[in-house]
């Protein structure tokens, strides 16, 4: 069973660009959420989308965006970028049930704004 | 607001002793918490879980308790190996958020 794939793996971007970074889930989960981890500030949640709707949000800024499509397939989109948005964002996804299966995770994008 | 804590960065454990890691968490609504290994530059990957309702899961080599009236949770590894070096994270969730503690490297030395 294939796992969770992120692409792209490293991405340099500039100040106030914009970035999408894609994610695509364990074949049948339908829960899909995105995570950012940052040397001082560990891993934190961004969203989480289940069938195509978000369901949780972390407390992140307007600028971080997220969608999933009807595959279950995710993308995150960040705007205006700032130099600390620098960091690993990791993708899971997650049948999303509520049972305590686990979250599985992707390797990550590795993001760096100069 | 920190809701799940790991009071111990690292920790240095000799091959073939026990390894012990903790964690504490301040939300009696969490329902499941979870434990996670991460080597640089790959994801976490998943350990073992355990209930709110539970007090002990076993799986081979782990064994996560829960004591829920000191809100804390602890991973035991016995015997360690080299392999276990890792950082690891403990996670609380709640509905499908997850909400983790900042890691504890664990370094195994033969």
Redesign the interface.
């Known amino acids: 069973k294939a796992g ?1 794939t992120q692409t792209p793996r490293y991405l340099i971007k500039t100040r106030g660009q914009q970035v999408t970074l894609s994610c695509s889930p364990i074949s049948g989960h339908r ?1 899909v ?1 995105w ?1 950012q981890q940052t040397p001082g500030q ?4 961004l969203f ?1 989308y ?1 069938s195509e709707t978000q ?2 949000k ?1 407390n992140f800024p307007g600028r971080f965006s997220g969608r999933q499509f009807s595959n279950s397939r995710s993308e995150m989109n960040v705007s205006t970028l700032e130099l600390g948005d620098s960091a690993l964002y ?1 993708c ?1 996804s ?1 049948q ?1 049930t ?1 049972d ?1 299966q ?7 994008t590795r993001l760096s704004i100069l | 607001d920190q809701q799940v804590k790991q009071n111990s960065p690292s920790l240095s454990v000799q091959e073939g002793r026990i390894s012990i890691l903790n964690c504490d968490y301040t939300n009696s609504m969490f ?2 918490f ?1 434990w ?1 290994k991460k080597y640089p ?6 350990l073992i ?1 355990i ?1 709110s309702i539970k007090d002990k899961n076993e799986d081979g080599r782990f064994t996560v308790f829960l004591n829920k009236s000191a809100k804390h949770l602890s991973l035991h590894i016995v015997p360690s190996q080299p392999g276990d070096s890792a950082v690891y ?1 403990c ?1 609380a ?1 709640n ?9 504890t490297r664990l370094q195994v030395f033969p």
């Open positions: 969770v829960s959420s995570y560990g891993l934190q949640f989480e289940f369901r949780n972390g990791l899971a997650s999303g509520g305590g686990p979250q599985h995770f992707g390797d990550g | 329902d499941y979870l996670y530059a790959e994801g976490p990957t998943f879980s209930s994270f996670a969730k509905t499908d958020k997850l909400i983790f503690g900042t890691g």
